[in-house]
């Protein structure tokens, strides 16, 4: 079992950047796959980025390309996501979520796999 916990959600305005991070516990973090999600109101949930347990291998959505980094650092537990150039379109509740893998790819059927949820962290893009 993994507790996944976001944090660093907030209010920003347009242009400006945010980090957000995914704390671990429970099991060895570096055996799991991570991905970022979210939800704005009124729209279904989607793939925002994910990394392998390596680090070394990654995947983001093309609406945040160039715009976002995920990164990861096991020694602590932890994932992150280096927003910048924020748009208001990019108002959400961002969640984090892992799997278990032995497959250092991060591939799209692996983001649809994730099996540990964390309860979000709400970002807010003012216009």
């Known amino acids: 079992q993994v507790q996944l916990v976001e944090s660093g959600g907030g209010l920003v305005q347009a242009g400006g950047s945010l980090r957000l991070s995914c704390a671990a516990s429970?099991?060895?973090?570096?055996?799991?796959?991570v991905g970022w999600f979210r939800q704005a109101p009124g729209k279904e949930r989607e793939i925002v980025a994910g990394?392998?347990?390596?680090?070394?291998?990654?995947y983001y959505a093309d609406s945040v390309k160039g715009r976002f980094t995920i990164s990861r650092d096991n020694a602590k537990n932890t994932v992150y996501l280096q927003m910048n150039s924020l748009k208001p379109e990019d108002t959400a509740v961002y969640y984090c979520?892992?799997?278990?893998?032995?497959?250092?790819?991060?591939?799209?059927?692996?983001?649809?796999?994730?099996?540990?949820w964390g309860k979000g962290t709400l970002v807010t893009v003012s216009s």
């Open positions: 979520a892992a799997t278990y893998t032995t497959d250092s790819q991060i591939t799209i059927a692996t983001m649809y796999g994730m099996d540990y």
């Open positions: 990394i392998g347990w390596t680090g070394g291998n990654t």
């Open positions: 429970g099991r060895t973090f570096s055996s799991y796959a």
